[in-house]
């Protein structure tokens, strides 16, 4: 089993910044991929962004620009560095961690992001 823990959500008005931090209980270098979904209210949760172990990231299209995935393996981490937030990035963030040798995603259990107009 493998624990994810998330943390920096918050409050933050229109324009404004946040960073997510993202950890687990067993080296991330030997997790293939991680990231970070979303999901708003009445809404389905969305990939945001993911980063692999070679460093290749993805984002989805509403962040690009924005939205900055990165992983410090040496300090065991993965950040979210989100920038222009705006009202429809309100959602609660879930990091979550993806290995070959695990039969299923591991989660954390969310941060809640909160961008006021």
């Known amino acids: 089993q493998v624990q994810v823990v998330e943390s920096g959500g918050g409050l933050v008005p229109a324009g404004g910044s946040l960073r997510l931090s993202c950890t687990t209980s067993?080296?991330?270098?030997?997790?293939?991929?991680m990231g970070w979904y979303r999901q708003a209210p009445g809404s389905q949760r969305e990939l945001v962004a993911a980063?692999?172990?070679?460093?290749?990231?993805n984002y989805v299209d509403s962040v690009k620009g924005r939205f900055t995935i990165s992983r410090d393996n040496a300090k065991n981490m993965v950040y979210l560095q989100m920038n222009s937030l705006k009202p429809e990035d309100t959602a609660v963030y879930y990091c979550?961690?993806?290995?070959?040798?695990?039969?299923?995603?591991?989660w954390g259990q969310g941060t809640q992001v909160t961008v006021s107009s």
């Open positions: 979550f961690a993806r290995a070959d040798w695990a039969r299923d995603d591991y």
């Open positions: 067993r080296n991330i270098g030997s997790i293939n991929v």
């Open positions: 980063i692999t172990s070679a460093g290749r990231t």
